[in-house]
């Protein structure tokens, strides 16, 4: 199937109902780009998980969104990249994030450190 372009069945249909069925899972490392609405965090708080940030530049994002539109073949994401960033503030605004990475490093320093803080949130 494809994912549909409406944006109001995504977010009030969709997106619930994934985020339902993935809370409800053990043992499970979910990555999301946004929240919408932002009460869909409480789902997975009350179910354990904890909430990681990884933080990045709007110019950086930017830069991403372009070289993914040359070189792999993506659609522009700028419409997109505002409401990320706002919605990213919110939950830090909010103290719904429990540890934040700087997306700019190395994939294995990123997966490392998230690693090292889910060991610490085990005990």
Request: no cysteine.
């Amino acid at each position: 199937g494809t994912w549909p372009e409406d944006n109001m069945y995504k977010d009030t249909v969709l997106i619930p109902r994934i985020y339902e069925r993935i809370a409800s899972m053990e043992s499970v490392i979910f990555f999301a780009n946004y929240f919408a609405p932002v009460s869909q965090v409480e789902i997975f708080r009350s179910q354990g998980f904890s909430v990681a940030n990884l933080r990045l530049g709007r110019d950086e994002m930017l830069r991403r969104n372009i070289h993914r539109m040359q070189h792999e073949g993506y659609e522009d994401a700028t419409p997109w990249i505002d409401g990320q960033i706002t919605n990213h503030n919110e939950l830090r605004r909010l103290g719904l994030v429990d540890i934040e990475v700087d997306a700019t490093l190395p994939t294995a320093e990123i997966a490392h450190t998230l690693m090292q803080f889910a060991a610490k949130s085990q005990t």
